[in-house]
């Protein structure tokens, strides 16, 4: 596992060497190829993935279709939702280009964040950040699927 890409994905940039070694410790180097699945919908998830390299493209499906959510590249995370919230996970997750990730499970990051509280401060910010970005980008695109779903449909009628 490269330490130095892995040392600048999102948050872990601000942190000291000595936290991303202890995070990277309580890691596991995953990689992954053309095609695969890294997480299923509906599937259980309990860990964290940062993207070192390699693309990944999020999936859901709904009413037996694949709708595209976007597209994770290096320095993107996913699997954050299950980490805080376990439970079925959301989406399907699948290699479009090869590469690599660094999972972290649930239990060696409360851990972490036991060693580390202010290296787990600035990730969970971060984490939480990007969530918040998330969901107003979620909001955004329901009401405008809404707006334009019920004026397609008030103009057939």
Known sequence: MNKQAFAQVGPLAKMGEREV????????SRPFGVDEVVL???????????????VLHVRRRA???QVHLGQLDPGTFFGDISLFDPGPT?????????????????????????EHPAAAACLLRFLLEEMAQRLRRTDERLVEAI???????????
Do not use: I, K, Y
């Open 21 to 28: 070694r202890a995070l990277l410790d309580c890691g596991r």
């Open 40 to 54: 299923e919908q509906g599937g259980l998830n309990a860990s964290l993935f940062f993207v070192l390299d390699g």
């Open 63 to 65: 009413e037996g279709r």
């Open 90 to 114: 959301t989406a399907d997750v699948v290699g479009v280009v090869s590469g690599n990730l660094v999972e972290l499970d649930g239990a060696l990051m409360d851990l972490f964040m036991l």
């Open 147 to 157: 707006f334009w779903g019920g004026l397609l449909r008030e103009q057939a009628a």
